[in-house]
């Protein structure tokens, strides 16, 4: 099974999109010092969106542990946000 979801990206989106970029380039630049910008790495490109939608509350994260092993959660908010 398969699902899209597709977000316009608004002003809130787009201002936590700025706050961010520092951090994921400081991260790039680890991986590659000469990198000038996140395009140049599409995984941390798309780390960026994803942090994004977590810090706005589209997307949650948890994970548990049980005797088979740790298992991660990925739920995703259609049409409000988790807080």
């Excluded at 000038?36 to 941390?44: F, G, V």
């Excluded at 798309?46 to 939608?53: E, K, V, Y």
């Excluded at 994260?61 to 049980?66: A, G, Q, V």
Aim: glycine share 4%.
């Amino acid at each position: 099974m398969q699902k899209v979801f597709i977000l316009q990206e608004d002003s809130e989106m787009r201002e936590v999109l700025n706050n961010t970029y520092n951090e994921l380039l400081s991260a790039l630049k680890c991986r590659k010092p000469r990198a000038k910008s996140l395009i140049e790495d599409e995984e941390l490109s798309g780390l960026h969106d994803l942090l994004a939608l977590f810090r706005l509350g589209h997307i949650k994260i948890s994970e548990y542990e049980n005797m088979k092993g740790r298992f991660v959660m990925v739920q995703i908010k259609e049409g409000q946000k988790f807080f």
